[in-house]
């Protein structure tokens, strides 16, 4: 691949995934691209850049967006953020929402289903309390790949074994061979749709919860900055925000703000005035009461 | 030096490959490492020096892990220790007779350095990377 080349497939990968390739990663490309030549049968990296030039072959774009894309991703990833669900955003939605009851959440890049299907089984575990509740949860990702894989829900036995206690491996996965399926009734609580965060995603509506975890990162500061800005837009007035351990809103956005408390998770921002007791300075606390 | 309460894993397997394999990993997490190649020598050790945890293989010749298991249980400060089953056997149904007996986690084979830490950062044995 030459500069020029490089040159062109960054330029394409930015504009149709927001991944800010460096140049360091050159390497990362000609490997991950090699295996895309060899599958459509063309003879060079130099062949394909420029296949991607004619851009009359919408498979052949498609395929060298998603293998440039990282879809790793695992059951409870990190735990805390999943912890932080159970223990305390469901249980304040729930509050919160008891009038409608209705609570709707979205994962905007899931990735194979892990994600999205961790905070199903959290909703079974729930029980009871969720009784005549319309819960929603929306599973995007740039990715129709994923997207087919996260709906049939089926797991090596790797997997499974990341992050995923055994408990509830038997509760809520059957085998299917060499490899684990997860539950119909969680695969059915699940909408997965393809969706480009780039691009417009205000129909989906207002989220009381969402997890935007671990994409963020591929992208230059002004695409993060426009992503959280459109994020924020889809967010209830109390809802929140979860971002990958290495993502953040500081410097990006003016409109959301990090919890006091819990790392990873953001609301938004809001006048002082109009903040939440938790977020008010003591003094006017002990005035008030 | 070895701190004062290092956490101790005994790591029961027939397979010699197994258990050096098993060792590497679970010394990088910082723990203490000793080995035990059936179920009746796994006992023995036990009855010595009770471990913080045990990665326990099911086929073995002599006592199997599942017979090392129910008397581990009943014996004395035997309910303490985090025992990890690690084995071929994967169906469903083994899986639940494991638990039933007293595991806490259950590793199938083949297994990876990831594998064996999510597990034992589940169990409470490993604080979270993150
Ligand atoms: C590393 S995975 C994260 C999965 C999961 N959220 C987690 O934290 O484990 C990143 C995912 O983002 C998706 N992705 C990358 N660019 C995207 C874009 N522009 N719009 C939507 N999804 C995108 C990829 O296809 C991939 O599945």
Redesign the interface.
């Given at each position: 691949m030459t500069e020029l080349e490089f040159e062109y497939l960054r330029n394409f990968l930015k504009q149709r995934s927001g991944l800010a390739l460096t140049a360091e990663k050159r390497y990362l490309a000609e490997s991950r691209l090699t295996p895309v030549c060899r599958r459509f049968g063309i003879a060079s990296l130099g062949d394909l850049i420029g296949s991607l030039k004619l851009a009359q072959n919408g498979a052949i774009e498609r395929a060298v967006v998603e293998a440039m894309t990282t879809n790793e991703t695992f059951f409870f990833r990190d735990r805390i953020p999943f912890d932080l669900f159970r223990d305390t955003l469901l249980p304040e939605a729930l509050a919160r929402n008891a009038g409608r009851r209705r609570l709707r959440i979205w994962c905007a890049a899931a990735s194979t289903g892990q994600e999205p299907y961790s905070l199903a089984m959290l909703l079974q575990e729930a029980g009871p309390r969720l009784a005549g509740w319309q819960v929603e949860i929306v599973a995007t990702d740039l990715s129709t790949e994923v997207i087919e894989k996260a709906k049939l829900g089926l797991y090596s036995h790797f997997e499974v074994q990341r992050g995923l206690p055994v408990q509830w491996l038997i509760k809520y996965f059957t085998q299917v061979g060499e490899q684990w399926q997860i539950a119909p009734s969680l695969r059915a609580m699940v909408d997965y749709r393809q969706l480009n965060l780039l691009h417009s995603f205000a129909s989906l509506g207002q989220f009381d919860v969402i997890y935007c975890r671990n994409v963020l990162i591929y992208f230059d500061a002004p695409t993060k900055s426009d992503v959280l800005a459109r994020l924020a837009a889809q967010l209830t007035p109390e809802g929140a925000l979860l971002l990958g351990a290495a993502e953040t809103v500081i410097g990006l956005t003016d409109r959301l703000n990090p919890h006091p408390k819990h790392r990873g998770l953001y609301g938004h921002a809001r006048p002082a005035a109009a903040r939440p007791a938790e977020m008010v300075p003591p003094l006017r606390v002990a005035a008030g009461v | 030096m070895k701190a004062p309460h290092q956490t101790t894993c005994l790591v029961v397997d027939d397979s010699a490959v197994i258990r050096k394999v098993a060792r590497r990993i679970i010394e990088d997490l910082g723990m203490n490492v000793s080995e035990a190649e059936d179920g009746s020598a796994a006992l023995e050790a036990c009855a010595v020096s009770m471990p913080d945890a045990i990665l326990l293989d099911w086929n073995m010749p002599n006592m199997d892990g599942f017979a090392f298991l129910q008397a581990l249980r009943r014996s004395e400060g035997g309910d303490a220790p985090k025992v990890l089953f690690c084995t071929t056997e994967?169906?469903?149904g083994a899986?639940?007779r494991a638990?039933r007996a007293g595991a806490d986690?259950?590793?199938?084979k083949p297994?990876?350095r990831?594998?064996l830490t999510?597990?034992l950062?589940?169990v409470g044995l490993v604080a979270?990377a993150?």
């Open positions: - | 994967n169906d469903i899986i639940a638990l986690e259950y590793i199938m297994f990876d990831d594998i999510a597990k950062e589940q979270d993150a």
